[in-house]
């Protein structure tokens, strides 16, 4: 729909203004900058300690 359309524009506009970029062929995959240099976890977030 027309609603969905601008709904995703808006998105990707705030998304890329934080330094990520979208992946063409998924409007909802973002990818961050220098994304290769950082782990990828399998955990819950019930598992992540909170830094204090």
Known sequence: T???KKNRDL???M?????FTV???EWW???????????IYNIAFSE???EK
């Open 2 to 4: 027309k609603t969905q």
């Open 48 to 50: 992540i300690k909170a």
């Open 29 to 39: 995959h973002f990818d961050y900058k220098d994304w290769e240099n950082y782990a």
């Open 23 to 25: 992946n063409r062929n």
């Open 15 to 19: 998304m890329e203004a934080e330094g």
């Open 11 to 13: 998105l990707r506009k």
